[in-house]
């Protein structure tokens, strides 16, 4: 018998009673019909299937399997609630945790293999000193000493794909944490969990046999979580800084053939916002390269902003001379290749950046002037 008919019946039995009274006090009242036989046995148990069924709690939906394809997941986490995300990162981060103890225990088996085989080799090497007639050269010794196992080669393959599988579920368990902060999510609720995934990451040496530490680099440079994905992720941004500073380089282009047809820009400005356009693109394509190979912008960017607010202050003189190039650069008191006097020094002017003006005196020596220094001078052009 199911809940729902249990509870119905419960009610039926509990609802009857009254009406049999008021049945039996009524004029004219029949024999009222026979209640449901329904026992104590079907009550109580009805009340048990009610309880384990409401005390069942939710399980996590993305677990199932943890090298899930990362579109379908994001498919599996669009409609979850924030409640529900919380529960599929503490099951992410079960499945982590398991995969960071597999891949201790595997670690340290090598461990005390390569110790067991460092010790045997001091131990043969002591008693062949000790020995009058040694029968085999140095050389043989320290090769045997390094030589690898059977066992240590299955090891360090079996760590290799261990560590694989932790890497997918890392990858795997960001993304949901990125959906969790996507939909409001407090980032101070995940910042622990990125935190024990950047401290189990990384590749643990054991040098203690050249061998094995020399496998387990060639099974990270071919592994697709270690020089492979390295490699990707570097050629992903070295080309995002280049295509970034490709569209910088045509709008700065653009944007200096617009400059010419009018006469609101000298040389200097066009020559500033030239070199400034390109910089900002190959910047921003470098950022936008970082967002693609899956790194967390939120701090990079919170990090640019806390040291801009600071260098504000820091650096205030500085910023002054920055205004000031802005203020030549727009007012145009002189131009790139004018002769003029200002700051207590004359010369040629070459060029403006940011925070200085550099000018070619007659000795062909160049000059390096603060723009503050200009701008707060009497300038004569």
């Given amino acids: 018998m199911s809940t729902l008919a249990r509870l119905i019946l419960l009610l039926v039995l509990l609802g009857s009673a009254p009406a049999q009274v008021a049945a039996q006090l009524a004029p004219g009242g029949g024999d009222p019909p026979p209640p449901p036989p329904v026992s104590t046995d079907d009550v109580r148990a009805a009340l048990e299937e009610l309880l384990a069924a409401g005390g069942e709690e939710p399980e996590a939906i993305t677990t199932g399997d943890p090298e899930i394809d990362p579109g379908a997941l994001d498919f599996l986490l669009e409609p979850l609630t924030l409640e529900e995300l919380r529960l599929e990162m503490s099951s992410w981060s079960g499945l982590l945790r398991e995969a960071v103890a597999e891949l201790s225990f595997a670690e340290l088996e090598l461990f005390e293999l390569n110790s067991a085989q460092a010790e045997a080799a001091e131990a043969a090497a002591g008693g062949e000193t000790e020995g009058e007639a040694a029968t085999e050269p140095e050389g043989d010794a320290a090769a045997a000493e390094a030589e690898m196992t059977p066992e240590q080669e299955a090891l360090v393959e079996r760590i290799s794909e261990i560590r694989e599988t932790r890497t997918a579920i890392s990858d795997r368990f960001r993304l949901v944490m990125d959906a969790f902060e996507a939909k409001g999510g407090d980032p101070t609720e995940t910042e622990e969990y990125r935190a024990y995934i950047a401290d189990v990451g990384g590749v643990t040496v054991d040098t203690r046999n050249w061998r094995t530490a020399l496998l387990t680099i060639q099974e990270w440079a071919v ?26 380089w045509v709008v700065s282009l653009v944007v200096n053939l617009a400059l010419r047809r009018t006469e609101l820009s000298s040389k200097l400005m ?30 990079i960017l919170a990090g640019l902003g806390a040291a801009g607010f600071i260098l504000a202050f820091a650096l205030q003189n500085t910023i002054s001379n920055f205004a000031s190039g802005m203020l030549i650069l727009f007012l145009r008191p002189f131009d790139a290749g004018d002769e003029i006097e200002a700051a207590g020094t004359s010369g040629k002017v070459e060029r403006v950046s940011l925070f200085s003006t550099y000018l070619t005196t007659p000795e062909n020596r160049t000059v390096i002037v603060p723009n503050n220094k200009i701008w707060e001078d009497v300038i004569t052009n």
């Fill in 223 to 248: 592994a697709e979580d270690g020089g492979r994905r390295l490699a990707r992720n570097l050629g992903i941004v070295v080309l995002a800084t280049a295509i970034g500073f490709a569209i910088g």
């Fill in 270 to 299: 066009r020559s500033f916002l030239r070199r400034w356009i390109e910089r900002v693109g190959a910047l921003v394509g470098f950022l936008v390269g970082l967002s693609w190979i899956g790194t967390n912008m939120t701090p």
